[in-house]
């Protein structure tokens, strides 16, 4: 897990603060709960999460069934950036395809990976994914009256990819200043 996080969010070879954060918090976690099982505390630990109860909307989750839920979303999403890391590698060796449509297909597989890790992930914890149907809802009115020029920027990057007006390695003058395109992202 820890190979599959240094090559997704490693940057030029080296591993930035958060990932190395994240493993030693992760590995003072694995040996607490070793301690546990040696003590024999783990069994009371399990018992005393799975009694627990958090109110979420009509029902009740148990404190157990929040952590599986955020181990799995986590796994899940490791592997999916992961797949998405992998994805984007090869599309961006291929030289039979244009640079834009290569960015194109890469950010769509990564948000397409994402997704299907989000809803996998949250159905493996047993959460009924039609809940969703109201955050898509809600979001649909989010879009409608707040976010209208960042769902419109991600169109317009959209476009301009597919449409290939400009690609890496353009050059770009705007009034005084000039420089070349080095990457194109799908926001800008």
Not at 18 to 27: M, N
Not at 77 to 104: F, G, Q, T
Request: aromatic share 6%.
């Amino acid at each position: 897990a820890f190979h599959l996080l240094h090559r997704v969010f490693a940057r030029g070879g080296r591993v930035g603060g958060a990932v190395v954060l994240f493993e030693r918090s992760f590995a003072t976690v694995v040996w607490c709960i070793v301690a546990l099982h040696i003590t024999g505390l783990l069994p009371e630990l399990v018992h005393v999460l799975e009694s627990s109860y958090v109110p979420l909307g009509r029902n009740r989750v148990s404190l157990l069934t929040v952590l599986q839920a955020i181990v799995s979303v986590s796994v899940t999403m490791l592997l999916a950036l992961w797949a998405s890391a992998l994805l984007e590698e090869r599309l961006m060796k291929l030289d039979s395809m244009h640079s834009s449509m290569r960015a194109v297909l890469s950010r769509m597989g990564k948000g397409l990976l994402i997704l299907l890790a989000l809803l996998f992930s949250l159905s493996m914890v047993g959460i009924d994914l039609t809940v969703l149907s109201v955050f898509s809802g809600a979001l649909g009115v989010g879009l409608g009256l707040g976010l209208q020029k960042l769902a419109s920027s991600y169109v317009s990057g959209f476009v301009i990819l597919l449409e290939r007006s400009l690609s890496i390695g353009d050059a770009v003058t705007v009034d005084k200043f000039s420089g070349k395109v080095a990457q194109i992202n799908t926001r800008y």
